[in-house]
């Protein structure tokens, strides 16, 4: 076996461990913190929203600075070192006494949440740009996979061992996928060679806004997460008004689970076809999909038909994903790569942040329903973008990056 093909194999198992590690407590974040003292419904609310936000803000600051690091000092050791972060930060939250101290560990958790945009930023740079697509979207199922298996198991740990143990049984799962990347993990370093420039942080930004097709990229991604995190909140509360059944919860996670399950199925298919018919072309016809399976969401009248189009809506937003991550493989040169993927997962991030409010903020004054129908025009926002973008001159982002360097010498 190659050293490519076992490092793929076991990062593969680890992003699938890290990512359902980060769902796991979901489901009783609410509940673990109404243990924490005698406080009202109001109170629990609020502090599940920050505490459950906390880890995204954190997360989309360091995001860029930890793919620094890594294409300065390698990969590896950036892994090890949120592997190892992530599992000690899940370890004490099962012994915080205070709500206070669970949303300092939720924020420190963000601060090492580098491990799977580093996953993917270690893979990619292993990865020939003509099967990126396929690789990220291969990728991408380990990923799906953890969140969408991580809610469930998470739920079924605390009520069979209890909170305390289902944080020290999460924390060790993690520690495990940073062992299998300290003793199976082999980083092929790619030695420096003598014209390698080293971009300073202002220049790559400088060079982001003015490459049209990453920034539109970067700015597609935050819009794909706003659409997708913008109904997940109201979810449950949408099934509750199609069905009379008592089960409102477990539908609610069934319906949930049909995104992640056509997501799963399809995410290495479009990364394929990206690979062989160009990334734009496959992205442009995943937003167009994604609008055409959300708007009809609003028109449902039976759970049925809200879990077929959920289950459409996941087949098309699976590719989102590994197709904008192989397009910034694609367009970034290798001094700075880990950089550009670190900014993709900070717009991730903060389309986590902005996708919630901005659902709750739309349904509280036009109706849940209305959701669906903002959410389709931000995938259509998203197709325009690459379509402009698809028409101008193609530029070459390293080309950006020196005319960037030349002018702030020239300046300075």
């Given amino acids: 076996m190659s050293v490519q093909k076992r490092n793929f194999m076991i990062m593969w198992f680890s992003v699938f461990l890290v990512s359902g590690t980060m769902t796991m407590i979901m489901p009783f974040l609410s509940l673990y913190i109404s243990t924490m003292g ?8 609020k502090w599940s929203g920050l505490v459950f936000g906390a880890t995204f803000v ?40 205070s709500v206070e101290a669970f949303f300092v560990l939720r924020l420190f958790m963000g601060v090492v ?8 930023a270690f893979i990619s740079s292993q990865t020939p740009k003509k099967v ?16 969408l298996f991580g809610p469930i198991i998470g739920g079924f740990l605390a009520d069979t061992f209890g909170f305390q143990y289902t944080f020290i049984i999460t924390s060790s799962a993690v520690s495990i996928a940073a062992l299998l990347v300290i003793f199976g993990v082999h980083e092929i370093r790619r030695e420096k060679k003598k014209g390698d420039h080293e971009y300073s942080r202002k220049t ?14 970067l700015m597609i991604t935050s819009l794909i997460q706003i659409g997708l995190f913008s109904i997940q909140p109201l979810l449950s509360l949408y099934v509750s008004h199609l069905t009379n059944s008592s089960e409102v919860a477990l539908l609610a996670g069934v319906t949930f689970s049909a995104t992640g399950v056509g997501s799963l199925l399809f995410a290495r298919t479009w990364g394929k076809l990206g690979d062989t018919h160009g990334y734009e072309k496959i992205l442009s016809a995943l937003l167009i999909m994604a609008l055409i399976f959300i708007v009809p969401q609003a028109w449902v009248t039976d759970l049925w038909q809200l879990i077929i189009l959920r289950f459409l809506f996941g087949i098309a937003s699976g590719g989102l994903i590994p197709i904008t991550t192989a397009l910034i493989r694609r367009e970034a040169p290798i001094e700075v790569q880990g950089e550009l993927m670190g900014y993709n997962t900070s717009f991730r991030f903060l389309g986590n942040i902005i996708g919630p409010m901005f659902g709750g903020f739309i349904s509280g004054y036009i109706g849940i329903s209305s959701v669906f129908y903002v959410t389709g025009s931000l995938f259509l926002v998203g197709f325009l973008i690459i379509y402009y973008a698809r028409k101008k001159p193609v530029q070459d982002f390293e080309d950006v990056l020196l005319e960037e360097e030349l002018h ?5």
């Fill in 132 to 147: 990126a697509g396929k690789t990220m979207g291969t990728l991408q199922m380990g990923s799906v996979s953890g969140t």
């Fill in 113 to 120: 949440t580098g491990f799977i945009p580093t996953s993917l």
């Fill in 58 to 97: 954190s997360a989309f600051l360091m995001s860029p600075i930890w793919g620094r690091i890594a294409d300065k000092y390698g990969y590896k050791p950036i892994l090890i070192i949120n592997g190892f972060g992530i599992a000690i930060s899940v370890f004490l939250m099962g012994f915080v006494q």
């Fill in 204 to 217: 790559v930004i400088s060079g982001i806004f003015h490459h049209r097709l990453i920034l539109n990229v």
């Fill in 408 to 412: 702030a010498k020239q300046t300075n």
């Fill in 38 to 45: 005698d406080f009202s419904d109001a109170y629990i609310q």
